[in-house]
T-cell receptor, first 116, second 113 residues
């Protein structure tokens, strides 16, 4: 079976533009996560979706960031009015959504975003 | 807040050398601990994990023991191979609600023949 896929793999944009990043989770996985990896920093949690529940947005750095998950599957992370500090690798992960201690997240290859 | 600290890389070793990558954490309660690995051009993969104190996680010859007294989860391998060259990430989860991973900055391992 296919793993988590993300598109595009690379995105270069100009400051002030909006961007959309896409994540296709593993089929059957009810939980979906977005992380950000900035240069020299660890992965930073952004947002979590579980089934039809309201997402946990506690990691979103500003209101310019938003995400949605349609039909409990594909997710889109949108960054409005991009800034240079948004340059990073954005990673998506999915999991079966079991208990935290037993669950395993499977990561996609990431989207490298560069804001000029 | 919760945090994970890893040794800075790169770690450069010759094939068959012994590997240790240090990881310490700060967290309240009883977190689960993880090592993830990212091979060149690939996504992060779970390497091993431990969910309680004194547990040892192991996989592919790698081991790490959950040491609550020293808040550590050091990764070890007795004999590294060139194919082990990758970036290794230590992470924790507080086991409250969903699995919200807190990662270290990663340590790059380079193994030469």
């Amino acid at each position: 079976g296919a793993g988590v896929s993300q598109s595009p793999s690379n995105k270069v944009t100009e400051k002030g533009k909006d961007v959309e990043l896409r994540c296709d989770p593993i089929s059957g996985h009810t939980a979906l996560y977005w992380y950000r990896q900035s240069l020299g920093q660890g992965l930073e949690f952004l947002i979590y979706f579980q089934g039809n529940s309201a997402p946990d947005k506690s990691g979103l750095p500003s209101d310019r960031f938003s995400a949605e998950r349609t039909g409990g599957s594909v997710s889109t992370l949108t960054i409005q009015r991009t800034q240079q500090e948004d340059s990073a690798v954005y990673l998506c992960a999915s999991s079966l959504g079991g208990l935290a201690g037993t669950d395993t997240q499977y990561f996609g290859p990431g989207t490298r975003l560069t804001v000029l | 807040g919760d945090s994970v600290t890893q040794m800075e890389g790169p770690v450069t070793l010759s094939e068959e050398a012994f590997l240790t990558i240090n990881c310490t954490y700060t967290a309240t309660g009883y977190p689960s601990l993880f090592w993830y690995v990212q091979y060149p051009g690939e996504g992060l993969q779970l390497l091993l994990k431990a969910t309680k104190a004194d547990d040892k996680g192991s996989n592919k010859g790698f081991e790490a023991t959950y040491r609550k007294e020293t808040t550590s989860f050091h990764l070890e391998k007795g004999s590294v191979q060139v194919s082990d060259s990758a970036v290794y990430f230590c992470a924790l989860d507080r086991n409250t609600g969903f699995q919200k991973l807190v990662f270290g900055t990663g340590t790059r391992l380079l193994v030469s023949p």
